[in-house]
Structure formats: C-alpha cells, structure tokens
C-alpha cells in the first residue's frame, strides 16, 4: 500500500502547476514546489489563487531545490512539454526508485526519455481539460472546469489508483484510467487541430465554427493513424468531438496562439510534430498537418 499520499512535491508551478498545488492544499495535502533550474525563490512566500467561484485562497507551500530530492515521496510535472527532460534531468540518480512520476502537459512524446532515466520509478500519466491562468510569479486563476485522468505508463504505477480517488477530492471530475494513452491521444486531436489553425490566424477557438471543412480534412487526415492506436470513432466522431471543443472555448485563445503572440516556444514539437513521428513510422503521409508544422516553426521565434 503506497503511503505519503497527501505530500505532492510540483515540479513546474506554473499556471496549471499553481492552481493544481492551491487546490490540493485547500483539500489538506502537504504542497512542497520544486526548482531543479537556478531560479531563486525569496523565502517565506505566501501564493494566491482564485477558484472558479472568484473567491481568493492563500496557501504558503515548502519550496525544494534539487538536493531535496531524496525526500520526495509523490512529484508531479506541470512544466510545459519540452521542459520536462530539462526539468527532471538534475534528479536522475537523486529521486528515490519508489516515488512515482506524474507527468501532466498538453501533448506526447516525453514518457520514452522518462522511461529510460528512471526506469524503475512509477510512472503515471495525467491529462486534463481543466483551464488555468498566471496573473503573476506567485497568483493563478482557475479559469475552466473540466476532467482530469490519471493512469498508469507502466507496471509498477498500478499500485498508485488510489491517487485518482485523492485528486478527486481536490478536484471534480477526476478519474482513473487504464487506458491513460487513449485518453492522450483525444486531446492530441483536439490540439493538433484547434492550436495550430488559431495560433496562425491569431483568433480565438471559435472562429474554426466557420471553419468546419478544415478541421474536418485535418480530422481525416488523423484517421488512419488514430486506428492503428486502437482508437475508434469515424470521421464524424472526431469532426464533431474538435468542433464541441472550439463551442465551449470560443472565447479563448489557445495556448499555442497565446505561446506565439508571446514570443514564447509552442509545444508544436509535442503536439504536430509527435503526431508526424508517429506517422512516418507507420509510413502514412499527413500533408496538411506537415504544413501546419512548417508554419508554426516559421512564426515561433528562434
Ligand atoms: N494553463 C492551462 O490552462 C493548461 C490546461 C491544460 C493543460 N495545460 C498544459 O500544462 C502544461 C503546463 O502549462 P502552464 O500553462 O501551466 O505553463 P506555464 O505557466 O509556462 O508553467 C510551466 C512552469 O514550469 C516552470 N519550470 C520550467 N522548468 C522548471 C524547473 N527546472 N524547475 C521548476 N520549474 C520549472 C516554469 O517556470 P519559469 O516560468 O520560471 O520558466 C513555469 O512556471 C503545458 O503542457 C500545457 O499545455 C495547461
């Protein structure tokens, strides 16, 4: 039986990983927030989040650097993707074999590195739909509701289910999943459709309702690769399934719109670029989605 449960340690607290850590201390577990990189933190620090009522919460977390690492028992990754393997580099050899890994970002392809540099520890997988935003280094929103799965990425997480049932009490619509990668590779579609198309065009989410035959050839060009997954669903599913997204986040920029208009890196790499790896190794063409790439790598500054 895995013990510690309530003492997460956030590696990443960003706009997802602040209001995540805000959540879990209002539910009574123990918060600590990891930086691997150099970045100082002034000491004591008090953070500030607001729930989707409106309502301001303070909670004042333990703050860990890397030589922390051997008292970590629960970490969880809210970097953005192709942070990840910089983030969690400086604790290989350092983080005990028994804590288990969560990862959770917007797109795939981090678990195979995390695999090999801590091949014993558990690994988790997380994907959520939950909206989060940073005010500030040390304010967050919770800006949107949504589900939240968890699941196993190898043998040794099965022991941890009853993380689901933990997160679920800090969290609503939480849940666990043995088949965590095909709920990965939902929101996979979902973003290599929405966030491309509105990151080139600058609009937000809902303009792609009057761009239905677009996102309908993207979904199409998807279909053979989605099967080969063992994801089911046919054209219409997955038309339907990107379009209710885009209705109930009209009003939103998505992250790759925001990430661009910023000058930040996107998560392309993550999200269309994994996508194309994918493909090429089952030797299946996705021209639409290759163009997508070029343009975005195009506008991302340098
Ligand atoms: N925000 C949302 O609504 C939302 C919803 C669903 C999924 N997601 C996904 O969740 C992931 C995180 O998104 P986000 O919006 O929270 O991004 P974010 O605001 O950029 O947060 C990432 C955080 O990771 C920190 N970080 C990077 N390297 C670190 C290190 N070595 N040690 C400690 N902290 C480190 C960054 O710190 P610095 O700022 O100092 O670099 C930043 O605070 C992304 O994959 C995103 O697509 C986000």
């Not at 309502?55 to 922390?68: A, G, I, R, S, V």
């Not at 935003?133 to 941890?160: D, K, Q, V």
């Not at 885009?246 to 998560?267: I, K």
């Not at 993550?270 to 299946?284: D, S």
Request: proline share 5%.
């Amino acid at each position: 039986m895995p013990r510690h449960l309530d003492h997460w340690t956030l590696l990443g607290c960003g706009a997802l990983g602040g209001v995540l850590a805000g959540l879990l201390a209002e539910a009574g577990n123990q918060v600590s927030l990891l930086r691997t990189n150099d970045a100082e933190v002034r000491l004591p620090l008090q953070l500030s989040w607001w729930d989707l009522q409106g309502h301001e919460h303070h909670f004042e977390p333990d703050f860990l650097q890397t030589k922390d690492a051997a008292n970590i028992r629960l970490l969880l990754v809210t970097t953005k993707a192709y942070q990840v393997q910089s983030a969690l580099e400086p604790l290989i050899g350092q983080l005990p074999s028994a804590t288990p890994i969560l990862l959770l970002h917007n797109g795939m392809g981090t678990e195979s590195w995390v695999r090999r540099a801590f091949p014993d520890n558990p690994l988790l997988l997380m994907v959520t739909s939950n909206g989060a935003l940073r005010l500030g280094s040390e304010a967050f929103r919770h800006t949107g509701a949504g589900e939240t799965w968890i699941g196993p990425a190898n043998a040794a997480a099965r022991a941890w289910q009853p993380l689901a049932e933990l997160l679920a009490r800090a969290l609503p619509h939480a849940g666990w999943s043995e088949a965590i990668h095909h709920k990965q590779w939902e929101k996979l579609v979902i973003n290599a459709v929405i966030n491309p198309l509105t990151a080139l065009s600058g609009e937000r989410n809902g303009s792609l309702l009057q761009r239905q035959d677009e996102v309908e050839a993207l979904c199409e060009e998807l279909l053979p690769l989605l099967q080969r997954h063992g994801l089911s669903g046919d054209l219409a599913y997955w038309r339907d399934k990107v379009l209710q997204v885009a209705r109930l986040t009209a009003d939103n920029y998505s992250s790759m719109q925001q990430d661009l208009a910023c000058g930040r890196p996107s998560e392309i790499d993550f999200i269309t670029g994994f996508v194309l790896r994918e493909a090429q190794e089952a030797k299946l063409h996705l021209p639409l989605h290759q163009q997508l790439y070029q343009a975005i790598k195009a506008k991302e500054t340098p």
